[in-house]
T-cell receptor
Framework: QKEVEQNSGPLSVPEGAIASLNCTYS??????FFWYRQYSGKSPELIMS????GDKEDGRFTAQLNKASQYVSLLIRDSQPSDSATYLC?????????????FGKGTKLSVIP | GAVVSQHPSWVICKSGTSVKIECRSL??????MFWYRQFPKQSLMLMAT?????????EQGVEKDKFLINHASLTLSTLTVTSAHPEDSSFYIC???????????FGPGTRLTVT
């Protein structure tokens, strides 16, 4: 059973602080990792993708991947109230030709003004 | 780029009727499209994967005769909920994948209410 685990939260941070979201996955063969943001009542929006170990930065977002530890994280710098949402970690299946994503249940982030 | 649309955005239908939901990739060709369902305060649940010109692959527990999926072209997939019942009321979301890439881009979703 392929699993993606996230702390459900809620994670509360003050405005301007760094929000740190974590995710672990069970399928050691997974190659691609994604973070989606989902506002209440809306569909998920892709915000970051990462494929190799290390850090990847895009604006206020930094994704970190450690395949040996089967761990991926998302840092949000200078958090804004508009960042308040549920963040979904998603991991590709390692099966040949499979493009399905396994999603975690999401971490709810609340940025307090 | 990578915009996916869905139509309708919301629909109310009577029990026993059928509803068709369209999913279109507007600025790219989608080799694969996925259909998800999400109940309130729950995670996404993958229903099926469809490749253009092929039969859809359904996840365990999803009735393929009830949820008919047609991926007729590289930009259009449809989901038809047949003989809908109130327990089918949910948020249905499609996503699409560009050939050669793993990222999935989601449509805005369709909220179905069966009365």
């Amino acid at each position: 059973q392929k699993e993606v685990e996230q702390n459900s939260g809620p994670l509360s941070v003050p405005e301007g602080a760094i929000a740190s979201l974590n995710c672990t996955y069970s399928d050691r063969g997974s190659q691609s990792f994604f973070w989606y943001r989902q506002y209440s009542g809306k569909s998920p929006e892709l915000i970051m993708s990462i494929y190799s170990n290390g850090d990847k930065e895009d604006g206020r977002f930094t994704a970190q991947l450690n395949k040996a530890s089967q761990y991926v994280s998302l840092l949000i710098r200078d958090s804004q109230p508009s960042d308040s949402a549920t963040y979904l970690c998603a991991v590709t299946d390692s099966g040949a030709g499979s493009y399905q994503l396994t999603f975690g249940k999401g971490t709810k982030l609340s940025v307090i003004p | 780029g990578a915009v996916v649309s869905q139509h309708p955005s919301w629909v109310i239908c009577k029990s026993g009727t059928s509803v068709k939901i369209e999913c279109r990739s507007l600025d790219f060709q989608a080799t694969t499209m996925f259909w998800y369902r999400q109940f309130p305060k729950q995670s996404l649940m993958l229903m099926a994967t469809s490749n253009e010109g092929s039969k859809a692959t359904y996840e365990q527990g999803v009735e393929k005769d009830k949820f008919l999926i047609n991926h007729a072209s590289l930009t259009l997939s449809t989901l038809t909920v047949t003989s809908a019942h109130p327990e089918d009321s949910s948020f249905y979301i499609c996503s699409a994948r560009v050939a050669g890439k793993y990222e999935q881009y989601f449509g805005p979703g369709t909220r179905l209410t069966v009365t």
